[in-house]
T-cell receptor
């Protein structure tokens, strides 16, 4: 069935360093890839998304890259700040089903 | 996402009881979704609805039921058949599920079985 693998499960970086989270997906029909940030006890919030017709998208300190051939996509956070500490989820969806399949999540800790 | 509300925020259930979680949206979205989140795991889809009076099972529908009588409402009932219902439940909505539009989440309901 459809599956999304996310790595690493935990990531600790020093403030100012970069953080990279990687996801692979199994369904070659997937064409939409959002990233969500979830703070403890709160709802997931969309931080960036990418569709299969582009390879990279940036929004200030956040960027997402997509390699459709290899079926993987990554989240890049530069100049990390303590407020970036949260759980990050990747997801993949295709237009046939409309369903989002989520990765297991990455707990990012940014140390001041 | 501020247009999606869930109630209650916390819910306690005794074994053998059915409970209903509320989800309301005023965003005029066609599609609505229910997810379950367990510690250390991603979100798993329970049920989703693409349009009023229609809904489909997700990956873990057993022990749950839903209805979609109004566009703005998509309540989830956790029945006594659900063996391990303690979890954080999240409702989401999007303009339409066909174009894989962005899903926006409600604040969640934390259900605990006593």
């Amino acid at each position: 069935g459809e599956n999304v693998e996310q790595h690493p499960s935990t990531l600790s970086v020093q403030e100012g360093d970069s953080a990279v989270i990687k996801c692979t997906y199994s369904d070659s029909a997937s064409n939409y890839f959002p990233w969500y940030k979830q703070e403890l006890g709160k709802r997931p919030q969309l931080i960036i998304d990418i569709r299969s017709n582009v390879g990279e998208k940036k929004d200030q300190r956040i960027a997402v890259t997509l390699n459709k051939t290899a079926k993987h996509f990554s989240l890049h956070i530069t100049e990390t700040q303590p407020e970036d500490s949260a759980v990050y989820f990747c997801a993949a969806s295709n237009s046939n089903t409309g369903k989002l399949i989520f990765g297991q999540g990455t707990t990012l800790q940014v140390k001041p | 996402d501020g247009g999606i509300t869930q109630s209650p925020k916390y819910l306690f259930r005794k074994e053998g009881q059915n409970v209903t979680l509320s989800c309301e949206q005023n965003l005029n979205h066609d599609a609505m979704y229910w997810y379950r989140q367990d510690p250390g795991q991603g979100l798993r889809l329970i049920y989703y609805s693409q349009i009023v009076n229609d809904f489909q099972k997700g990956d873990i529908a057993e022990g749950y039921s839903v209805s979609r009588e109004k566009k703005e409402s998509f309540p989830l009932t956790v029945t006594s058949a659900q063996k391990n219902p303690t979890a954080f439940y999240l409702c989401a909505s999007s303009w339409t599920s066909v174009r894989t539009d962005t899903q926006y989440f409600g604040p969640g309901t934390r259900l605990t079985v006593l």
